[in-house]
């Protein structure tokens, strides 16, 4: 049962027990800020209040009462300990910003000019990242490394697909630390345009030049650094800036749409060294996390979006750029419609540009497994042919029964539909080879990766 | 309980006391002062359950005992006694009062339904003059919010390093910043938000004797206490992310202007018999060699006084609050005050000529 609910349950009790000056001086303001299992039956519990002085007085006066009143909510033997905490949910009570701190409009085009020179594309800040499970642990490294420059993660490295706010992330603890201290030396490059410059310095001799300004960064961003990868001049380059820029005690962040170990032709010395520092992969964004960013994306157009239009934005599209283009579309076309942002319009203009609306209307049944037999094979560089042929060698087998779980599994299609699909085979043979993938699944990281290399290769075979 | 005590002791007592008392009554007994006689001394004791005090005054002690009492009952009649000697004696949930020619009986509450003051201190983490906090409380804690709406910025600052002792309030309009220089070692890097309020209530409480006043911080327990050769005051410890102050003290200024700090309070409280009807906007222009304070409303008419003041840097001109700046103006010790600006809408920096350790800002009013 959830805290909050146990507390309400436990607090309505007391009410009728105590009397409401004493309930409303004492109690009102309490709640639970953790509850433990501990074994045969027994709970810890720790209950909140404002101050200490209440603290005191309800641990003497009314323990008895809420360990029996909790007791029979939770049906567990409970232990209660008090702390002082603020109730977090009177705290949330947000007034706005005062305008000490809020920047004036000059120091906003102060900081702009700042991050222009240091080549980093305004408007992406900590406040304006949209947090959720599946890229809070990146924000919070993130965080961390605006805090504690080069102390706290070194390197930093951030991958995911595209869309989900790798490159976000990356800006926004320059722009943090810019509004510190504008003389920050900071750099933001991607993998390309690391490569063009050094050729351009190669070219010029005056690699020197390139040496002393990459050395004396104090944080140095480098978006999409699988591009350097299969360079190597390139690449010995960039290990040893890495290593001095280290050694100064300089921070760097790197991200690649791929974990290191997965980029080829990287070499050895300095996959090692980016693995030596914090790795973390941001998942694609859930249809909560989605419908945040289409809140904050609006608002950052000063539109209020009311939240249905926002959550029907959020589950139609699968990253934020598509959102953040097809706000400027809806916006475009409200304004020439003169007409506002309703309901209708959002859905009128969602079935034309909409991608997923697009593949709902043609019969998926017909398009997906074929496009799914396609991308496993071409994942495992193997011919589409000797995928559904009678081969049971190992390297031809795997990757069907990869196949067959997929079908299954994430596209749902009947068992005999699956044996049909790959080469007529009894539906048996399809229960056999999703039931050894779904136990595999849970302990092989190797196959899980597969797996989800696999599906991102069909989505994007679909979309095109 | 049975006490013999001289009525102008207790009286300062629960002068001191009394403001501790809670204002809304929820629960008769937070309106009440504890009085508690034990073996030499009389205890008096009050909180709003977000501060408590403590104090302690010398009595004969008869018997031991404890009672409540409501504060505004006990202070009043104490208050209209003749100096000399009171009589308190309580017995069954009254107090019976008595000096030379009167005597009363008042009904309290029994002592054990009030909630626990700490009496004492367990472990003074440091010590602060009672200078440097009447210093704090002079400059700093004015810039505190009195809103409780966002409760980080009702609380004051304290950043304590070896370096000394920086103090820090803001409410989002105004901040002061004052710096204090060790004079002695402490051993200790630690910052702390401690309620303005109390601050405030332990500087007048000390108002008029010398002494050291004992700090200690309970992390565990969120906790404050200030500890005094009279009373302990307690209080909670404000959680949360003080703003980034240090990130709108503008590092460097273009125009400054130097002028009489008592010119300034004249012309100021002048042009502020119209500007109060104007939600309290002043101007100031500066122009060379002079600082012009004026101020208009269409339906009441215009004000307007300058005075002389050295310039550097070039002319401009921005508006305040009034209350903003009179306020300022009294905390600054010196007779020539600093302004110093980056422009009209960017935040004025005040400053004392003669004391470098106290920084004042305040936000601009924009106008048309």
Redesign the interface.
């Known amino acids: 049962m959830d805290k909050n609910k146990i507390w309400q349950e436990v607090l309505s009790t007391l009410k009728v027990s105590v009397s409401s000056g004493n309930y409303s001086t004492w109690l009102s303001q309490t709640f639970i800020t953790s509850t433990r299992e501990l074994d045969n039956g027994r709970q810890l519990i720790e209950i909140g209040c404002p101050s200490s002085f209440i603290a005191d007085t309800i641990e003497k006066r009314y323990f008895g009462l809420i360990l029996d009143s909790l007791n029979r909510t939770t049906g567990y033997k409970n232990d209660i300990t008090f702390t002082v905490k603020q109730n977090p949910a009177t705290e949330k009570k947000q007034v706005q910003e005062n305008s000490l701190f809020s920047q004036s409009f000059e120091e906003q085009s102060n900081i702009n000019d700042v991050l222009k020179r240091h080549r980093i594309r305004p408007g992406f800040t900590f406040e304006n990242f949209a947090v959720s499970s599946s890229n809070q642990m990146a924000w919070a490294a993130a965080e961390a490394v605006s805090k504690d420059l080069g102390k706290a993660y070194n390197p930093l490295f951030l991958w995911g697909g595209v869309g989900i706010g790798k490159t976000h992330l990356m800006l926004a603890i320059a722009h943090k630390l810019l509004l510190v201290d504008p003389t920050l030396q900071v750099l933001y490059s991607t993998g390309e345009e690391f490569t063009t410059e050094i050729v351009e310095a190669i070219k010029n001799k005056n690699t020197d030049e390139f040496k002393k300004r990459y050395r004396k960064l104090k944080l140095l961003l480098l978006d999409d650094v699988q591009f350097i990868a299969g360079k190597e001049k390139v690449q010995e380059e960039f290990f040893h800036s890495f290593n001095a820029l280290l050694r100064e005690g300089g921070q760097v962040v790197l991200t690649s749409d791929r974990p290191p170990t997965e980029i080829e032709k990287l070499e050895d010395r300095l996959r090692s060294r980016f693995e030596a520092g914090l790795i973390i992969d941001i998942s694609p964004p859930d249809f909560e996390l989605l419908s945040a960013i289409t809140l904050i994306k609006a608002q950052e157009r000063g539109i209020e979006l009311p939240m249905e239009i926002a959550q029907t934005i959020g589950a139609n599209f699968d990253n934020a750029r598509r959102i953040e283009g097809f706000l400027t579309r809806l916006m475009t076309e409200a304004k020439g419609r003169n007409e506002p942002i309703t309901m209708e319009l959002t859905e009128k203009i969602l079935g034309k540009t909409s991608p997923k609306r697009e593949s709902t209307n043609l019969n998926p049944k017909a398009i997906l497994p074929q496009a799914v037999i396609d991308a496993v094979a071409e994942y495992y560089s193997i011919s589409r042919r000797k995928l559904l042929s009678d081969s049971r060698v190992r390297p031809v087998a795997y990757p069907r029964q990869i196949l067959m779980y997929l079908l299954r599994i994430e596209f749902g299609l009947p068992l005999q539909e699956v044996g049909r699909l790959i080469g007529g085979r009894d539906h048996t043979t399809v229960m056999h080879a999703v039931g050894k993938i779904s136990t595999r699944i849970s302990t092989d990281n190797a196959l899980k990766r597969d797996l989800l290399g696999i599906k991102q290769s069909v989505s994007g075979q679909l979309s095109v | 309980m049975e006490v013999v005590v001289l009525q102008e002791d207790i009286l300062k007592g629960l002068m001191s006391v009394s403001r501790f008392v809670s204002t809304r009554v ?3 007994i ?1 309106s009440n002062i504890l009085i508690v006689a034990d073996k030499n001394t009389l205890r008096l004791a009050a ?1 709003n ?2 501060m ?1 005090i403590s104090y302690k005054l010398g009595a004969k002690i008869e018997e031991e005992g404890a009672i409540t009492i409501p504060s505004k009952v006990i202070s009043e009649l104490m208050s209209n006694l003749p100096a000399g000697k009171v009589r308190l004696k309580a017995d069954k949930g009254q107090l019976t009062v008595t000096s030379n020619s009167s005597s009363a009986n008042l009904s309290g509450i029994s002592a054990s339904e009030f ?3 700490p009496e004492t201190a367990e472990k003074i983490d440091f010590t602060i003059n009672k200078e440097i906090l009447d210093t704090i409380n002079k400059q700093v804690v004015f810039s505190a919010s009195r809103d409780d ?3 980080i ?1 009702s609380g004051v600052l304290f950043s304590i390093n070896q370096d000394g002792l920086r103090a820090v309030s ?6 002061s910043c004052k710096d204090i220089q060790k004079n002695k070692k402490i051993d200790m890097d630690q910052t702390v938000l401690m309620p303005a309020r109390l601050i405030e209530e332990v500087a007048k409480l000390i108002s008029n004797s010398e002494e050291e006043i004992g700090v200690s911080v309970l992390d565990g ?3 404050l206490i200030f500890t005094t050769s009279t009373a302990t005051l ?1 209080g ?1 410890l404000i ?1 949360g992310d003080f ?2 102050y ?3 003290i503008p590092k460097s200024t273009t125009i400054t202007a130097r002028f009489s700090k008592d010119d300034l309070v004249r012309a100021v409280k002048i042009t502020s018999v119209i500007a109060r009807e104007s939600s309290g906007v002043v101007r100031l222009k500066i122009e060379k060699d002079k600082l012009t304070v004026f101020t208009e409303n269409p339906s009441f008419g215009c004000q307007e006084a300058s005075l002389d003041a050295k310039v550097e840097g070039g002319e401009v001109e921005t508006a305040f609050n009034y209350k903003y700046l009179l306020e300022f103006l009294n905390s600054a010790t010196g007779s020539e005050i600093v302004f110093s600006t980056n ?1 009209s ?3 004025g920096v005040f400053k004392d000529s003669t004391d470098e350790s106290y920084l004042h ?1 305040i ?1 601009p009013i924009r106008v048309q």
């Open positions: 929820q629960l008769p937070l909180t359950l977000e408590g909630p626990e003051v709406s966002r409760p910025l803001t409410d989002g309009f105004r901040l327990e969120k906790q307690t909670r959680e703003p980034d240090k990130r709108i422009g809408t960017a935040s800002l936000m």
